[in-house]
């Protein structure tokens, strides 16, 4: 069990618009709260900002949390403001170091629920190896806000032998897959329509950073783009490598893994998998001279065994993305149009 | 006049659910409005993050900006966001080059205003000398949000000769405030209740990052510390400074800037300038030995007529701020307590 730490000893039950006033009620909670829980020698300055050093490429990514519900099986707002970060560092190449932190509360957001949150985000942050460094608190007034939203923006050094780029893809690269789509949409979509199912699905939110610095060690420039297929899910992430590259994607709908559970719940919903939020996977484009070795790399990682290879980069139907199907034809897969699910992170 | 390009064409009059979906109508708002108006060959990758480099030590910092309303006089939403994430690294003796920018928009937004507020955080940002280089854009249900949430996380180069920090503070240490206060609170604060006042009152809104490392360049360690009163004032700003450094600070109210008509303001709307938001100053804490030479200098600035020395460090009445009155008495000036003007910033 992650939570552990008892609750600080504050005045209040809830958050009012005094703990974003910037004086001595933001003072207590960031005290008793935030830089008890999250402390390091960066964040104790109490600083407007953290200074430290980086080596080399530095990358910078930023993301604003708002899912809807805060829990769900499998995790919460917290770990998905850490993880999600994370992961886009990742796809960049890079081993996440520092992040910031930023809450908008809304007032009368329960102390003990804002408590158990940043919990999770200690935890998540000690599981992925990162440090918060600096962050800010904003309190808006009931019914201006939901509850919490919270902007992580993390830096990280670059590996030295990564070369992700849109414009080292060619025809022939493999397309690699993580592992099971759909499982974080499914999530949070289930429990908004109140469904049960008879195995939990659970959200796949993690840190990726561990196995793709890792892979990026062993097959440098021969992995051509990372992306980790969230909001818009795998079809619209392979419609903005096939446009962006200038090619043609295939992909074969029989090499997808998608567990049974998640299918089913997908069904009943009337939601494609290709389309549905994914928290803990990844996209390589990988050159097709160690995508089976790539592939057997990323099988050993605890949460690789379903990873596959879904399909290949071609100089055929540029700017598309073809699927196979189960049944032998080939369909175009479009990227997300409308919204299929809102507030999915 | 800032606002010149005419609005793109969108097929939509107003922000929806689908234009945080990650899939199309993400793609088209993106491409129509952001990357088109602050696009710059980082941004143009529209990777999840963005790749540069840094030399030596790097300044972190990140604020949500929540001001209500979102336009007022000297300023917007989209200014505060640049300059105060801009101000805060030059508080650090920081550079400020690389931004982040994310979005929380409210369902039912008018393009035209998110139109318009981009086109200022272009401006500013061009102003300041930052590049926007990677960003996030969600949107939530209508009574979910309050329009527009604005975070922006900034990086920058410490200078080689800033040596800013709690420690380097040292009794008979000079305090130097530089401009006048009170003057985006009181703008803002005008704007709710609705008042006229003979001579318009405006933000104190700019970047301070060329003035700041101009004066850190020339003065170097002898600039002890550097902060900008923003939330809490300038009364809350000296207390964490008296307790972050274990020291007293006395200041002299016949010494301290407001201008006649906010200083009327003040007194109509029951405020005390000295816990008035400021968005465009900064107080210094320098050597005794440099504090008439640095304040000479700092007068030349466009924005410097009114800086003046309003106080010093002392080893007596350790974490107090005390204020010798105009009328000759001395006061304990406390940290501010509560909520005196919610969603200032």
Redesign the interface.
């Known amino acids: 069990m992650l939570v552990s730490c008892p609750i600080p000893k504050l005045d209040f039950d809830t958050i ?3 703990h ?8 207590q909670l960031l005290d008793a709260g935030v830089f008890r829980l999250l402390g390091n020698d960066l964040l104790d ?10 080596q ?9 949390y ?1 899912v809807s519900p805060l829990f769900f099986e499998g995790g919460n707002i917290g770990d998905l403001a850490i993880n999600g970060t994370v992961n ?2 990742a ?2 190449g ?1 081993a996440a170091r ?1 992040l ?5 509360l809304e007032e009368g957001l329960k102390m003990e629920q804002f408590w158990e949150i940043l919990q999770h985000i200690k935890a998540a942050s000690e599981a992925a190896g990162v440090q918060i ?4 608190t ?4 009931r ?4 509850k919490i ?1 919270i ?1 992580t ?1 993390g ?1 990280g050094e ?1 590996h030295q032998k990564a070369a992700i ?2 414009e080292n893809i060619k025809p022939g690269d493999k397309i690699v897959l993580s592992g099971p789509l759909a499982r974080h949409g499914i999530t949070i979509m289930s429990h908004r329509q109140g469904l049960q199912f008879e195995t939990t699905i659970s959200s796949d939110t993690r840190p990726l950073n561990k196995i793709v610095l890792t892979l990026i060690n062993e097959f440098g420039k021969d992995i051509h783009l990372l ?2 297929p ?3 899910g795998l079809a ?1 992430v392979l419609n ?1 490598i096939a446009v ?1 590259a200038g090619l043609g994607i295939t992909i074969s709908q029989r090499d997808i893994p998608v567990e049974e559970e998640v299918y089913g719940a997908c069904e009943m919903l009337g939601l494609d998998p290709l ?1 549905v ?1 994914n928290e803990g996977l990844f996209v390589a484009i990988v050159d097709a001279s160690v995508s089976d070795q790539f592939l057997f790399q990323l099988k050993q990682w605890e949460h690789g065994a379903m990873a596959c290879i879904v399909g290949e980069v071609t100089n055929e139907h540029v700017r598309q993305v073809l699927m196979k199907s189960n049944i032998g034809g080939r369909r175009v897969v ?7 699910l ?2 999915i992170c």
Chains 1, 2 share one sequence.
Do not use: W
């Open positions: 009012n618009l005094g974003g006033s910037g004086g001595v009620l933001t003072s300055k109490k600083h407007d900002g953290a200074i430290f050093t980086l080399g490429k530095v990358a910078m990514s930023t993301d604003t708002v886009d560092l796809m960049c890079a520092y910031s932190l930023a809450f908008v460094v600096t962050g800010d904003k309190v808006v007034e019914g201006k806000g939901d939203f902007n923006t830096v670059v780029g849109m992306r980790d969230t909001r818009g619209t903005e962006g389309y939020a479009n990227m997300l149009a409308g919204e299929q809102p507030r």
